[in-house]
């Protein structure tokens, strides 16, 4: 299916335009102190027209099913071995809770006119700006092109009171029409190392 460019879209973006609409997936995270967690991710890229893509996200930890609910699946898994008329009546088992959410950022994505005399030919600068409620903003530089987006901090700016994070790099692909991420962290004293990753697919495409 050809590629469609979003409604409106400022021509500044448009190396940018495969990222815009809401994104569902699952990931995990972990780092030293951060015990290894599985979480779900939903993400928004959207624009109002102007020359950058706004851009929300938000994580939630995964929460294992809790005793009632395995013990409803036991009982229904009981109608495999007795008769018919024998088997339990399944007990419902309650709809999943959203898990804690583990982080928040908000943002925006730019494609800023200055080109880098070093870029290759088939790519193009990109600056990305995100603020975090625990309280420190990041300002990444990088390059988008062929479904490929690297990113590394130029700026990190925190409060008295922020979490102790001193860099990062992100790299974001296009894969197979799923967005798939990963991130690395230097922060609270430690060096840079994987800090979280991710698959996402576009919210409403049909499977």
């Given at each position: 299916m050809p590629f469609i460019l979003p409604e409106g879209l400022a021509p500044e973006v448009y190396p940018l335009a495969w990222l815009v609409g809401e994104w569902h997936g699952e990931g995990v995270v972990g780092y030293p102190g951060i015990e290894e967690s599985a979480f779900t991710q939903d993400v928004t890229f959207s624009h109002d027209g102007g020359p950058y893509l706004a851009y929300t996200s938000t994580i939630r930890l995964v929460v294992a099913p809790d005793d009632a609910a395995a013990l409803a699946a036991q009982d229904g898994d009981a109608s495999a071995v007795a008769g018919p008329e024998d088997a339990p009546a399944a007990t419902p088992v309650?709809?999943?809770e959203?898990?804690?959410v583990w982080s928040t950022e908000s943002g925006f994505w730019r494609v800023p006119p200055e080109r880098p005399a070093d870029l290759a030919?088939?790519?193009h600068p990109v600056e990305v700006l995100l603020a975090d409620p625990s309280g420190f903003v990041t300002l990444y530089l990088g390059a988008v092109g062929n479904g490929r987006i690297d990113l590394a901090t130029d700026v990190v700016a925190r409060t008295a009171t922020g979490a102790d994070v001193t860099?990062?790099?992100r790299l974001y692909g296009l894969v197979n029409g799923e967005l798939m991420w990963a991130h690395?962290?230097?922060?609270f004293g430690q060096p840079m190392q994987t800090y979280a990753s991710a698959r996402l697919a576009r919210v409403g495409d049909e499977a």
């Open positions: 309650p709809a999943q959203p898990g804690p030919d088939d790519q860099a990062g790099t690395d962290l230097a922060a």
